[in-house]
């Protein structure tokens, strides 16, 4: 059995590209907390999309635990936000 890194977090402001770790990360989970409109989270890895989370405004906050390793992003790890905000969990 392998041993896993510390899981750590850090928070993303709404309408803004944050770099939440600037080297290679695994993507453990996020927590997105909605504005009033209909926003999305795009995570991106080295200026590429991975994938989108879109998002239903004025709803409550949409959470996800990736199993098992996590999702790798190569480069590092970026998440565009719109009209919401986002508290990424990742190791790196």
């Given at each position: 059995m392998a041993f896993d890194s510390d899981i750590l977090v850090k928070g993303a402001a709404a309408n803004a590209t944050t770099t939440i770790n600037a080297q290679?990360?695994?993507?453990?989970?996020?927590i997105i907390g909605p504005g009033a409109s209909n926003g999305t989270v795009t995570f991106n890895d080295g200026g590429s999309a991975v994938f989108n989370v879109a998002v239903t405004g004025g709803t409550s906050d949409v959470a996800m635990n990736i199993a098992e390793q996590g999702v790798v992003?190569?480069?590092?790890l970026n998440v565009t936000t719109v009209n919401c905000t986002v508290n990424v969990f990742f190791t790196g």
């Open positions: 290679r990360s695994r993507l453990k989970g996020f992003f190569k480069s590092n």
